[in-house]
Structure formats: structure tokens, C-alpha cells
T-cell receptor, first 116, second 116 residues
Framework: AQKVTQAQTEISVVEKEDVTLDCVYE???????LFWYKQPPSGELVFLIR??????QNEISGRYSWNFQKSTSSFNFTITASQVVDSAVYFC?????????????FGSGTKLNVKP | GAVVSQHPSWVICKSGTSVKIECRSL??????MFWYRQFPKQSLMLMAT?????????EQGVEKDKFLINHASLTLSTLTVTSAHPEDSSFYIC????????????FGPGTRLTVL
């Protein structure tokens, strides 16, 4: 079974639009971490955020915000006023205490296209 | 900030040859490093966990005799693809976990392998 599901394969928006990337996860662990990474065309993963399972506070960092809801096992990522430079593939990932946090389970990724 | 490097960044080789990819943590010690493989337009899949001074732990379905991993020091892990075939062509990404920090893991920029 897929531990991390990113149902949106590809999203296209026009610059300045807001966009939300969905992430749903599945785990039996009570202690786990969730991540978001950005992968531009160069291929290098860029770390965006790490959130532990005990911290459900939403977070905002500039144009980026994250909504963590344990009740729905979701960790969604919103980009406000999108820019062309936001175009990339975005991955959500899960790491569980049961694996001693030794594994990252990545979702299939969402490709975001921001058009000028 | 912490940096993880990979060398080479890209390599083209003939079928049947072996290719070695290096992963280095540049300003921290990494007891544990991880190797991922990413096929085009797909997610990252963990191949193996590399532990300094001991044998690597391979994920199910990954041939340990084909993908040789050596973690000889706290700053270097190598992945050798032996007798490479075209189906081994992929993007290989390593990550390194900072031994001195709680759950700090950094990804390398990746190595693109093309086997002709």
C-alpha cells in the first residue's frame, strides 16, 4: 500500500495564482515526520519543511504555507501568488519511528507548471 | 549549511562496464547514508542504507551483488553499479544523516547514469 499519496500528477497555473498541493499519508506509528521537497529540473532536491507528528500547528514561510491535519492524515502545501520559479516537481515524504526514521517514503510527486 | 556532494554528476557508460558513484558529506560526519534511485518522471525509491563500518542494508528487490555499497569513512559512501545495463539508467541520489544532530538529513545533487 502506498504510504504517501499525491493524487495530483500535474498542475498548471498562471503566475500570481494560489495553488495547493495535496499530500495524504498512511502510518500506524504515532511518532513520525512529514516532509516537503522541491525538485527543479536540475534534479537536486530542495528541502522545504519538516514537521513532526506532535506538532499540528500550521506553518507559514513567505509565500509557502503548510496545513497539517492528523484527523485526515493530510499535509497539504500551498503556494500563494505563485511565480514561474516555483515550477518544479514537489514531493511529500514520510519517515516513521518504526523504521528508526531510516526510510523516507516519498509520494509520486506533483509537477507544478507556473505560466507567465 | 551542510552540503552533500556527489561525483560524478553525470556519467555515460557502455553496457557491461561498472560505474562508481561517490557521495560525500562535506562539513559533517554521517554514520548513515542512503541511496535512492529515481526513474524519469517517477518518485525516489530507497535502494539501500549505508552504515559506516558495516554492511549496507538493501531494500527488497535490490540486488546487492549488482549495486555494491561501501561506506568506508564517516564522510564517504560509494555506490558501484556492476555490469551496468541500459535498464540501470537512472538518476541516483544519496542522502547523508548528520551524526551529531537530531534528525538532520541532507540530499546530494544526484548522479545521472546513462548506460548505452
Amino acid at each position: 500500500a502506498q504510504k504517501v499519496t499525491q493524487a495530483q500528477t500535474e498542475i498548471s497555473v498562471v503566475e500570481k495564482e494560489d495553488v495547493t498541493l495535496d499530500c495524504v499519508y498512511e502510518t500506524r506509528d504515532t511518532t513520525y515526520y512529514l516532509f516537503w521537497y522541491k525538485q527543479p529540473p536540475s534534479g537536486e532536491l530542495v528541502f522545504l519543511i519538516r514537521r513532526n507528528s506532535f506538532d499540528e500547528q500550521n506553518e507559514i514561510s513567505g509565500r509557502y504555507s503548510w496545513n497539517f491535519q492528523k484527523s485526515t492524515s493530510s499535509f497539504n502545501f500551498t503556494i500563494t501568488a505563485s511565480q514561474v520559479v516555483d515550477s518544479a516537481v514537489y514531493f511529500c515524504a514520510l519517515s516513521e519511528r518504526g523504521d528508526n526514521f531510516n526510510k523516507f517514503y516519498f509520494g509520486s510527486g506533483t509537477k507544478l507548471n507556473v505560466k507567465p | 549549511g551542510a552540503v552533500v556532494s556527489q561525483h560524478p554528476s553525470w556519467v555515460i557508460c557502455k553496457s557491461g562496464t561498472s560505474v562508481k558513484i561517490e557521495c560525500r558529506s562535506l562539513d559533517f560526519q554521517a554514520t548513515t547514508m542512503f541511496w535512492y534511485r529515481q526513474f524519469p518522471k517517477q518518485s525516489l525509491m530507497l535502494m539501500a542504507t549505508s552504515n559506516e563500518g558495516s554492511k549496507a542494508t538493501y531494500e527488497q528487490g535490490v540486488e546487492k551483488d549488482k549495486f555494491l555499497i561501501n561506506h568506508a569513512s564517516l564522510t564517504l559512501s560509494t555506490l558501484t553499479v556492476t555490469s551496468a545495463h541500459p535498464e540501470d539508467s537512472s538518476f541516483y541520489i544519496c542522502s547523508a544523516r548528520d551524526s551529531g544532530q537530531v534528525f538532520r538529513e541532507f540530499f546530494g545533487p544526484g548522479t545521472r547514469l546513462t548506460v548505452l
